[in-house]
């Protein structure tokens, strides 16, 4: 009997907590975890949903995105690989939020109401330790599209740090479609004769020479110490804002006298506005067994997509040349975009897909593995991208043209941006062949 009564009990109980949902006891929760740390003022979402009063006049709309998983935006194929940042609502969540959307809405009681959610105020890594911004503002046009430009600020770090976290953060949202903080070796000769806070845009020999460059050598090293390397500290794009270093034993290393090179890319809003760009920094307790760093190892610049290509496939590839472990990924590529794999080849012959999924220019969505993976050195990583250059891709800016790599969103790009784990002794400029192109 008792056996009986609980399969009578188990298939009820969803429905009947569907029926009766109410946003303070059942969406609420939801909405916590997987909405509001966009969905909340000054953040990349246009509106919030941090109260009742903000979020019930959206209730159908939620409803129609959750339906369509259109929201939260993920885009991984949930059969390869496993990712620490996943957002994906399950499918009672989504008939949670349906029957409440479809049942006027409701509130519910007070004491139902789980306590708020605390957000680090203007930054989600909490205090930095220290921050790096532009010592201007930069000027962004009313109308048109811009390109992307380089701001050097000259910060000549007075020692060796290594950094536990890091967020970039612009000072007017609105008006930003991605932004990139560099790290700027000393020695480098990338930018060095731009003037501070000012816009600089890059020539094509610019971005690809000087970005893609992982590291330079600097004069008189120490023994034993890390080398400084060109790379990147973090990011700023919608799915990417603070990123952590902490994985396994390992920190970012940023080489005394090094500077900040802003990378930003705007999107004028009708009006003149201004943004200054700016950097927080958290500081790890000492130094690590291991190091971090974010590159662009993967990437293709000889490619042309022909006209009204539907399918268009291009590839890029590299083979690490010491062990090392993957810890995240970020697919980039612009307008014409349809989706994206990465696929380890192993020395022992073996083959993993890592990560492959659709790709949206306007979600540039990066992927934290939850474990590290382990790639030993002889592995080969080869991403594979598809791109729609019809006149059936609604971003598509001219389906008429030949379109090439380039650093401007009507070009195109076949990039990783890479976070890899590797012996704090290891030089970053050896993980990859120099110079190497598919």
Request: hydrophobic residues 40%; aromatic residues 10%.
């Amino acid at each position: 009997m008792v056996r009986f009564a609980i399969l009578i009990l188990l298939p009820a109980s969803p429905a009947f907590t569907a029926a009766a949902a109410t946003f303070n006891k059942n969406v609420l929760p939801i909405i916590q975890k997987q909405c509001q740390e966009c969905h909340r003022p000054g953040e990349v979402a246009p509106m919030s949903f941090l109260t009742y009063k903000d979020t019930r006049p959206w209730a159908k709309a939620i409803k129609t995105a959750v339906l369509t998983h259109k929201m939260p935006p993920w885009f991984a194929d949930p059969k390869y690989g496993h990712f620490k940042n996943e957002r994906v609502l399950t499918e009672a969540e989504i008939q949670t939020i349906v029957t409440w959307a479809d049942n006027g809405a409701p509130e519910g009681a007070a004491e139902d109401k789980p306590a708020d959610v605390t957000f680090a105020s203007g930054w989600s890594i909490g205090k930095p330790d220290i921050v790096v911004e532009s010592p201007k503002d930069i000027p962004v046009a009313a109308t048109g599209t811009m390109d992307q430009s380089n701001v050097l600020v000259k910060v000549n770090f007075p020692r060796d740090i290594w950094v536990k976290a890091a967020e970039v953060r612009p000072g007017n949202a609105k008006v930003v479609h991605h932004m990139k903080a560099w790290v700027r070796p000393p020695g480098s000769a990338w930018l060095k004769d731009a003037p501070e806070g000012e816009s600089v845009m890059p020539s094509r020999g610019q971005f690809t020479e000087a970005p893609g460059a992982t590291t330079v050598t600097a004069a008189a090293e120490a023994p034993g110490r890390p080398r400084p390397a060109q790379e990147i500290l973090a990011k700023y794009n919608p799915g990417v804002n603070a990123q952590e270093f902490t994985l396994g034993d390992a920190a970012k290393f940023i080489a005394a006298g090094s500077d900040i090179v802003f990378e930003c890319h705007y999107v004028p809003s009708g009006k003149f506005e201004t943004d200054r760009p700016r950097v927080g920094i958290v500081l790890a307790s000492g130094a690590p067994r291991q190091r971090y760093i974010t590159n662009t190892g993967i990437n293709n610049t000889k490619f042309a997509i022909p006209p009204h290509a539907a399918n268009h496939e291009v590839k890029a590839e590299t083979t690490l040349q010491h062990d090392a472990q993957l810890a995240w990924v970020q697919p980039h590529m612009h307008l014409r975009a349809k989706d994206y794999e990465l696929k380890a080849f192993y020395p022992s012959g073996e083959s993993e897909i890592l990560l492959k999924g659709k790709f949206d220019f306007n979600w540039q969505l990066g992927y934290e593995f939850s474990k590290p993976v382990v790639l030993p050195k002889g592995t080969r990583l080869e991403s594979t991208a598809h791109f729609d250059n019809t006149k059936n891709n609604p971003y598509n800016p001219n389906p008429d043209i030949e379109v090439r790599y380039g650093p401007q969103s009507t070009d195109e790009m076949a990039i990783s941006f890479t976070g890899f784990i590797i012996d704090v002794k290891a030089d970053p400029a050896s993980l990859f062949p120099r110079a190497r192109r598919p």
